[in-house]
Nanobody, 120 residues
Framework: QERLVESGGGLVQPGGSLRLSCAASGFTFDHYTIGWFRQAPGKEREGVSCLDASNGNTYYADSVKGRFTISRDIAKNTVYLQMNSLKTEDTAVYYC?????????????WGQGTQVTVSS
């Protein structure tokens, strides 16, 4: 069964760092676009960063550019989001998503989310 499991969230002070992990089971990230999204209380879910596993291209939202880095460990079938210089406005539940299209069918998986709280 295909599954994504996020981990690594927690409470951190402003200026601190966290590394989120997104581990896949039941499939490999090859040919998928893997994205990190976040949703703060009372706000819509927004895209933070994504990585195209087929070519390594990455994308970052302007709000996190220069502070967050997305990467992939092929052997561990895991994608990471390294978050540095965290701000209070980064507080949200962070979700991992993997999506691809094959044979006219969409494959779209979401993790359960991990809470990130940035507070002094």
């Amino acid at each position: 069964q295909e599954r994504l499991v996020e981990s690594g969230g927690g409470l951190v002070q402003p200026g601190g760092s966290l590394r989120l992990s997104c581990a896949a089971s039941g499939f490999t990230f090859d040919h998928y676009t893997i994205g990190w999204f976040r949703q703060a209380p009372g706000k819509e879910r927004e895209g933070v960063s994504c990585l195209d596993a087929s070519n390594g291209n990455t994308y970052y939202a302007d709000s996190v550019k220069g502070r967050f880095t997305i990467s992939r460990d092929i052997a561990k079938n895991t994608v990471y989001l390294q978050m540095n210089s965290l701000k209070t406005e980064d507080t949200a539940v962070y979700y991992c998503n993997a999506k691809t299209y094959a044979a006219y069918k969409e494959y779209d998986y979401w993790g359960q989310g991990t809470q990130v709280t940035v507070s002094s």
